[in-house]
Each structure stands twice: as C-alpha cells, then as structure tokens.
C-alpha cells in the first residue's frame, strides 16, 4: 500500500497570484449544507473547504482534501458563496489556516455580512483571525496522535465568541480532556464540546460519563454524520 503523504507537503503558504497580482486560495470544494456541529448545528450553511492540513490526525474523516483542489480568487469564492443567500459560512479544511490568505478570506467574508466561523485544527496560530469570526479550535487529544501539535499560546487569542472542541477516542481521552479543563482555566472562557469520535465507540458512553461526572459542557454528535455518513459534499 502506498504510504500517505507527508504532512510537509500539504502546507501550501501564500499560494500563486493570478494575472491582476490578487492572492487566490487552493480550494476542494464548497458546499451548501446543513451545520453538522458546533453553536450553529442544523442551519443552512455555506461550507468553503480549503485543500492541504500539515496535521494527520487518526479519525480524520477529510483525508480526501489533503491533496487537489483547484486555485480559485477570493472574489471567485466569495461570488460562489453569495449563490446560495447565506446567513453562515464556514471556512474548513483540511486545515484552513495552512494557506495564508485564508485570514483575508475571513475577514472579507465578514464584510460582506455574514456570520463566519473558522474550524482549524489548534496547531497553527490563530492571532491573525478576524475577531468577528467564531473560531472554532481543536484541542487535540491524545487518541488523535496529534496532541504534541497543540499550540496553546492560541488560548490568549479565544474568547465568548469562539468555541473549543475535544474529539474524544476513549476513556483516556476522556480523562485527558476533563483534566485539560482545569488544568488550562478554560470553563467560562468560550463554549466547551465534547464530541466522540465517529466510530471509535458508542456515543453513549460519553453521554453517560458527562453525567455521571456531572461537567457542565456541552456534548455534541455530527449532525451531517447521521444524515449522510462519510460522503463528501455534506
């Protein structure tokens, strides 16, 4: 079997300018939607997914946008996002923040009216991002193989507005995550999910150690996972 690519590869950076010298972004798809998770669940939204993520987590569920994708201008994307009238955008990956312009998308889209969240996966700094978008950040777990990429300088960065998310594996992950809690003052700083990983285990079994440990944190399943399961667009 053919190993995956090396993360390394998929940071793309700036991206190529266009003939008129304006800064385009690598882009997988974009989508219109129902919200699957987070403050915003179940509404009409506009999905803008960037290609590239430096990170490689073990559930990930978008490995399909580490590759491709086609160069498009910001003026295109936001043109193909004012097709469908939202009220929500989104800017996902992969890992959005990869490619620089991504801050300049966000702030444009904001302009124009809409209400804008970013999901980025913790691991790239965040102090660029326009403060009217809702950041929705990764604090990753031990279970993702990942947690060595958490760059928590960003929590300086988040606030009411924003919103953290731990993917949880495991009973360790649980352990792990209700620790994080504390150990990073995060209750009352933003909205707090706890959302199990998609097949690795019963939802649940989540559900029963949120209430048997009484924490006041939201859970969260993936709305579009049941509706639609792994099938990309959705």
């Known amino acids: 079997m053919a190993s995956a690519p090396k993360p ?91 490619q620089r312009p991504s801050t300049v998308l966000l702030e444009r889209l904001c302009d124009a009216g809409y209400e804008v969240s970013l999901e980025t996966s ?23 193989g990942e947690e060595a990429r958490n760059v928590y300088a960003n929590l300086a960065h988040i606030d009411a507005n924003d919103q953290i998310k731990f993917v949880i594996c495991d009973r360790a992950d649980y352990e792990w995550s209700r620790a994080k809690l504390d150990e990073l003052g995060l209750a009352g700083r933003c909205e707090i999910r706890f959302s199990p990983s998609h097949g690795a285990g019963e939802p649940t079994e989540l559900a029963y150690w949120i209430l048997a440990d009484q924490i006041p944190e939201r859970m969260q399943v993936q709305l579009h996972k049941l ?4 099938s990309p667009g959705h």
Not at 126 to 134: F, G, K, N, P, Y
């Open 227 to 230: 509706l639609w399961g792994n």
């Open 122 to 144: 913790g691991a790239l700094d965040i102090s660029a991002v326009d403060q009217r978008v809702s950041v929705v950040m990764d604090i990753k777990t031990p279970g993702s």
């Open 8 to 98: 390394e590869a998929e940071f793309l950076g700036p991206g190529p300018e266009n003939s008129a010298g304006a800064a385009r972004l690598r882009v997988k798809e974009i989508f219109y939607s129902l919200q699957g998770e987070s403050r915003t669940v179940g509404f009409p939204t506009v999905f803008v997914r960037l290609s590239g993520c430096p990170l490689r987590c073990g559930y990930c569920d978008t490995t399909y946008a580490f590759q491709g994708g086609s160069w498009m201008s910001l003026e295109e994307i936001g043109n193909r996002v004012a097709r469908h009238r939202p009220r929500y955008v989104t800017l996902t990956g992969g890992e959005p923040l990869a």
